[in-house]
């Protein structure tokens, strides 16, 4: 079956269900518009992505160590934590901003179609922050954390072409690697277990 094929029996299916949501979200084309479970996933991954920056900050070769603040994974507080730090906090806003919405659902199911329509906009809102903000943010904080592993030549080397911006030299407001870590784990389980609730509540609706 060609993917135009699936398509038209998806948007089908919808319109024949009768859910005025299913129907609104099937023929909307929207490029974040994911079923609101899959999104809490990407949203659960991305977060323990940005956790996973603890242990490649460990993982640096000696060679970067000029141009780290310190090589403890735990205390170093690099400039590219707090992009980090903005991205995660993004994530998560929209994360809650998810949920909110899949309780509204469940609350007020069946949905009418302004109900519908406002349920929508919000989904497709928290698509855009989590791709387009928070997952961009999360994606070139462990991008460059990544880079450093390539060892100290490809950092001097990137440093030079920024004009001597180093991004793992110290941050003015010191937020610590770890806790950012830490933060970033404990809210991708968070997201997780809500991700799961939401899910079995949708089953049993």
Request: charged share 10%.
């Amino acid at each position: 079956m060609s993917t135009d094929q699936q398509t038209t029996d998806a948007i089908t299916d919808a319109v024949l269900s009768g859910s005025a949501y299913e129907r609104l979200r099937a023929c909307r084309h929207s490029i974040v518009g994911q079923p609101l479970t899959r999104l809490l996933s990407i949203q659960s991954v991305l977060l323990a992505a940005l956790a996973a920056t603890v242990p490649l900050y460990w993982l640096l070769p000696d060679s970067v160590t000029p141009y780290l603040p310190t090589t403890d994974p735990l205390t170093a507080a690099p400039k590219i934590a707090m992009l980090g730090a903005f991205g995660g906090v993004m994530v998560f806003f929209a994360a809650i901003l998810l949920v909110g919405t899949a309780l509204y659902r469940l609350e007020h199911a069946p949905l009418s179609e302004a109900q519908a329509h406002e349920v929508l906009v919000v989904e497709e809102f928290t698509g855009g922050l989590t791709v387009g903000m928070g997952g961009l943010s999360i994606g070139l904080t462990v991008a460059c954390l990544g880079m450093g592993l390539l060892g100290g030549e490809t950092v001097g080397a990137y440093v030079a072409t920024m004009d001597g911006t180093n991004p793992f030299a110290g941050s003015l407001y010191a937020l610590p690697l770890g806790a950012l870590g830490v933060a970033s784990f404990s809210a991708s389980v968070v997201v997780l277990g809500a991700r799961w609730y939401v899910g079995r509540r949708f089953e049993q609706l």
